[in-house]
Every structure is written in C-alpha cells, then in structure tokens.
C-alpha cells in the first residue's frame, strides 16, 4: 500500500514539476502583459525586457530549492527557513506552500507524507509535524571523533602501519589524555581479522609493541606468499622422467640410439709422414718374407703336391 501511495506521489511530483513554470508564466501574463506573435519575430507590446528576466529569475528560484530526505545529519530548520524564504520569493500563499512542498521531499520524509497527508492540510501544522518528526541533533567534534573511531576498520589490503596511525590520530583528537590501554583496545577493535588472529592471546602493554609484533607478523606473511608463489610457477625437476613401474616384470626402459648424422666437414687427413728406407733393417733368411727375382729364370715348373708319391 505504501509503495503504491508512493508511486503516485512520485507521478503527481513529475506532473506538478512540468506544470511549474506554467503557473509562473500564467502569473507573469496576469499583470497586464500581451505577446503576439508575428510571421518573423515575436512582437512584446507591454514591458517585454523586465518580464522576461522575472520569469528567468522565477526559474532559477524553483530549481535551486534543495530537497530533504530525513537524514538525522541534515537540520530541518535551516531547510524550512530556505524553502520558505524562495517560496515567499516567488510569491506563494499558505495553501500554495502546502501543494507544493511534497515535491522537494524524498526517503522517509516523503514517507511521512504519504501517512499524514489527509491530516495535515494547514502549512504551519505540516511544518511543525515535520520538525517534530526530523528533530536535528546537534554533533560536537568530540562526537564526531568518536563515530569516526567505531567506524574505522582497517582494510583488506592496508598494511598495520597505516591502521595504526589513523587510530593513533582519531585517538589524540578525541581524547589527548586517553591511556595506552584504551588505544590498544580501539586498535584491535579495528583491526583485521586474520592478524587478530595471528596475535589473539598475545599480551601488549603499550601500542607501539602490538605495531611492531604486526608487522613482523606482516612481513612472515609477504615472504610466505612469496615463497607460496615462486613455487607454484617453478616446473618440478622429475616432471618429465618417464613412469617406473614396479611390477615384478619391470624391465629398464629401453632408449634408441640417436641417429649419426654425418659431419659438416670432411674430417681432417694428417699429411704423410717422410721416412728414409735405410731405417728398416732387411729380412731375415728365415722369414717368409718373398722377394720376387727378375734376374732368374722364370720358366714355370711343375708342382709337387704334398702326400701323393709320384714314379718318374
């Protein structure tokens, strides 16, 4: 139900909005002001130049009212006071301020008005119903601090050393008297939750301590993921051996030779070594040795084969 009044709302928004500057320039024509227009240029027969420049100022007027969502942190009563002020710029009554303020109002103000709107009919009740609902709360520095220190939580990727020195900071500015056990507390309170971790059951008197046991607990990590990394791209030296099977037929795997190929270049051929005849003595008499006789007679005899007698 609330949805749907909300829609509506939103429609009557957008169709108020475009039928804005309708109303003004209705208003700026109902002070005697006549326009004709001829076949080449429009004719203004009555105060042209101060009527258009009202009518540029109107606009400006409607487009910078700002508009109130309900945020604890905005002030109702500066943004009353404004809206009022353009509004009796523009020269609104007391019933056109009552139309028209839904139109600048979103989130749960907007809200508020969807619920109330058959009660609250008069504007001096629609404001007071608006400030009773929206009060502003005035926030100290000192507040503010604090919210900042319960909001600060050190990030995924922020290194302890920078952590410590926002909390450290937000801790001076909140309290400059504030003890190094209430620091150490708002600094685990913060802190990530894997180095908590790390250090949970650790004792820390004083902050600079738990600075320097994070990060050196910070740098164990970095060469650990280092490590971690080097060794996920390194190829392991075994990789590519083949498969031992341990059966009890296991034989050792058999490679072939690698094929010759021959040489780039004809090999080198060591030149002939000179040697005299005389270095050789002769051969003995007993030696087998045969040396062919040209000066003896070469008539072919007959041959005499061993074992078989012969009668001439």
Known sequence: MLAAELREAQQRAAAQAGKRNQRHAARSRSRS????????????????LPVIMEA????????TIPVFSGNPHGNIHEWLDLVVLKFDMIGYTAIQKRRFIPQYLTGDALKLHLSHRDQLQGWDDYC?????????????????????????????????????????????KHDDEMTDLQILDWLKAGMNLQLYERLQGEEFVTPQALLRRAQRV???????????????????????LPTVNRSSNWAPPSFSSPSTFPPAYPPLIPPPIPYATNNFPPPAASSTFYSPNFDADVTPRSRRIVGVKTNF
């Open 33 to 48: 002001i006549s326009i004709s227009n001829d076949t080449t240029l429009s004719q203004i027969q009555s105060s042209p």
């Open 56 to 63: 540029q100022q109107y606009s400006k007027i409607i487009d």
């Open 128 to 172: 007071v119903a608006l400030v009773a609902a929206f009060p502003h709360v005035e926030t100290t520095s000192r507040d503010m601090n604090l919210k900042l220190l319960r909001d600060r939580k050190q990030g995924i990727t922020e290194s302890f050393t920078d952590y410590y020195t926002a909390i450290f900071a937000l801790c001076y």
């Open 218 to 240: 910070e740098l164990d990590t970095a060469v650990l993921d280092a490590r971690k990394r080097e060794s996920n791209h390194t190829v392991p030296r075994n990789k590519w």
